[in-house]
């Protein structure tokens, strides 16, 4: 197998506070067996998003049909400290995969930053439905320099945040930078 195929192998079961606090034994194996059953999931996603992309090719609506395939949500594997993906705006939770196919587009990579919240508004737009007034017009196919903001929940651990990167936000917030976000 190329990726761990028992889930109970990294030992993760209600342990994440251990985690943080960097006590459990053999954790740098440990995190990455979770790396390696993350990679799995990703992998299994991506041989169904090419079922389904040949089943619309084999019908012939592929380039008649919008398809959209985002992530809510990355994941931390002890980067600044942390772990999950309830802990922070930090790259790693935050800049996720987005492809859309559009009948009306040809192929491109928008490097500007947008949010998953803009989806529904770009669907109705395609649709050429209107778009209710309490929903902000925002265009993942024409993304502009819009401000993204993305916040996190509080942490839902009891961590010890001396262990913890100092650039931490407690606030949780954050605005994205258009200058710096990709590095």
Same mark, same amino acid.
């Given at each position: ?18 985690? =943080?606090?960097?006590?459990? %034994? ?44 985002? *992530?809510?949500?990355?994941?931390? =594997? ?11 705006? =930090? ?5 996720? %995969?987005?492809? @859309? ?11 500007? %930053? ?6 529904? *508004? ?8 209107? @778009? ?14 819009? %401000?993204?903001? @993305?916040? *996190? ?14 650039? =931490? ?15």
């Amino acid at each position: 197998y190329q990726y761990v195929i028992d889930p109970a192998v990294s030992g993760w079961e209600n342990r994440q506070d251990d985690y =943080f606090r960097r006590q459990v %034994p053999d954790q740098k194996r440990k995190v990455t067996d979770l790396e390696d059953q993350y990679d799995g999931c990703i992998r299994y996603l991506d041989s169904q998003l090419k079922v389904l992309i040949n089943t619309l090719k084999q019908h012939g609506v592929f380039n008649d049909t919008l398809v959209i395939v985002g *992530s809510d949500h990355g994941e931390g =594997f002890g980067e600044h400290g942390l772990y999950e993906h309830k802990t922070g705006v =930090f790259n790693e939770l935050t800049h996720v %995969p987005l492809m @859309i196919n559009t009948p009306t587009q040809e192929a491109r990579v928008v490097e500007t %930053p947008v949010s998953m919240r803009w989806i529904f *508004s770009t669907l109705l737009s395609v649709a050429d439905v209107d @778009i209710p007034r309490h929903v902000k017009e925002l265009s993942l196919l024409e993304p502009g320099d819009y %401000p993204v903001i @993305i916040e *996190s929940e509080p942490l839902p651990y009891n961590i010890d945040y001396a262990t913890v990167d100092e650039r =931490f936000a407690a606030s949780q917030k954050g605005i994205v930078d258009y200058d710096t976000h990709l590095k």
